[in-house]
């Protein structure tokens, strides 16, 4: 058993070896011992791995076995400092998340509610200048009046031996041009 807490401990090593003229780097130790220790991983560090790999009971066992229980005891309380600061990190970005939700909830209910109100405002607009254009239908509608309404024709000249003077000032009656063709005098 302690052979294979050992096994496992080497994990956390990393070894330089050389296979035919080639370099690579491992976690566990060289084939027939050729090879470089580059990194000699520390009691905290494997302990500290067993503890993040969720392996409680290993990390125990290879505290016990190396008389390490104050060490495991400290590196205990530090991985659950940081499962509690994890735990709570997580909580406030739910929160945060929740707060966020919430927030563009309301948002879209404002503008949907200004929309609303915009829309409103454009329609009742709207039936205004529809009800200016239903009453403008309901008044009669003449053609444009010549511009010698209310006098005789320019070619009408129907008495030549006396003079009246000059005939009378032609009468304008201004109208306006409405949509569809339609005319208001």
């Not at 505290?63 to 994890?86: E, I, N, P, T, V």
């Amino acid at each position: 058993m302690l052979l294979l807490t050992a096994q496992v401990a080497g994990a956390q090593s990393i070894y330089k070896c050389t296979r035919a003229g080639q370099v690579e780097y491992t976690d566990h130790p060289c084939p027939a011992g050729k090879g470089e220790l580059i990194h000699q991983a520390s009691d905290s560090e494997i302990i500290d791995q067993y503890l993040d790999l969720g392996q409680d009971a290993l990390a125990k066992r290879y505290a016990d076995s190396r008389h390490l229980g104050a060490l495991y005891q400290q590196r205990l309380d530090a991985y659950q400092q940081r499962m509690d600061a994890r735990a709570q990190q997580q909580a406030d970005e739910a929160l945060a998340a929740k707060q966020r939700s919430e927030d563009a909830r309301q948002q879209a209910l404002l503008d949907a509610a200004a929309n609303h109100r915009r829309l409103r405002a454009e329609n009742d607009a709207l039936r205004q200048q529809n009800d200016q254009y239903r009453d403008q239908l309901a008044q009669p509608v003449y053609g444009e009046a010549p511009a010698y309404w209310g006098a005789a024709p320019p070619y009408w000249d129907h008495d030549h031996d006396h003079d009246h003077g000059p005939p009378p000032k032609p009468v304008f009656h201004p109208c306006t041009q409405l949509a569809g063709g339609r005319v208001q005098c």
